[in-house]
């Protein structure tokens, strides 16, 4: 079960590294990370409730979401950072063009 978690997050990571344009970027967290928004919302709503009584498995299950949630988050925000420095690459590089 564990390997499962895993490699489900691993995959996670990786998937916004194959990303190649801003608009698949924006496609893919909106086609992952809503799933993830109404998962953690229905959670945190019932949690919220006077009358919730957890149970001890409450615990697997957050890190069982909460994982694969994090390593897409990470993988967009590595993707996020390594287009902001390609971008700031070039445009230094077009000054130094341009003052030649």
Same mark, same amino acid.
């Given at each position: 079960m ?8 691993? !995959?996670? /990571?990786a998937?916004?590294? +194959?990303?190649? *344009? ?6 893919? %967290?909106?086609?992952? $990370? &809503?799933?993830? !928004?109404? /998962?953690?919302?229905?959670? +945190?709503?019932? *949690? ?6 957890? %149970?001890?498995?409450? $615990? &697997? ?40």
């Amino acid at each position: 079960m564990i390997l499962i978690v895993i490699l489900v997050a691993l !995959i996670l /990571l990786a998937i916004p590294m +194959f990303i190649p *344009t801003w608009k698949g970027f924006w496609i893919s %967290s909106a086609i992952i $990370g &809503l799933p993830f !928004i109404a /998962l953690w919302g229905q959670h +945190f709503h019932v *949690t919220s409730q006077p009358d919730y009584n957890g %149970s001890p498995g409450d $615990g &697997l299950g957050i890190v069982i979401v909460g994982f694969p949630t994090l390593c897409f988050l990470l993988g967009m925000f590595i993707r996020y950072c390594m287009w902001m420095i390609r971008i700031l690459r070039t445009q230094k590089h077009a000054k130094s063009e341009c003052s030649k």
